[in-house]
């Protein structure tokens, strides 16, 4: 069971739903000067054009839809 786990995981050919990885920056806006950052995992938050700490996370471009009571 676990090699037929593996080897789907690891991505075939038939149409796969996942989305790829992405091993880049993540990118906030400074909340001083309205920069866009891109941040890589471990890096201190700290924009690079004013040192301001305090960034915060772009929205999403997808729709996003939450069903109501």
Known sequence: MNS???QSQQGGT???SRTPVT???MYY???ECGA???INKGEHIRCKECGHRVLYK???KRMVQFEAR
């Open 14 to 16: 038939s149409g796969s």
């Open 23 to 25: 091993t880049g920056a």
């Open 58 to 60: 772009q929205r999403t």
């Open 4 to 6: 037929q786990y593996s």
């Open 29 to 31: 806006l400074c909340a």
């Open 36 to 38: 866009k950052v891109g």
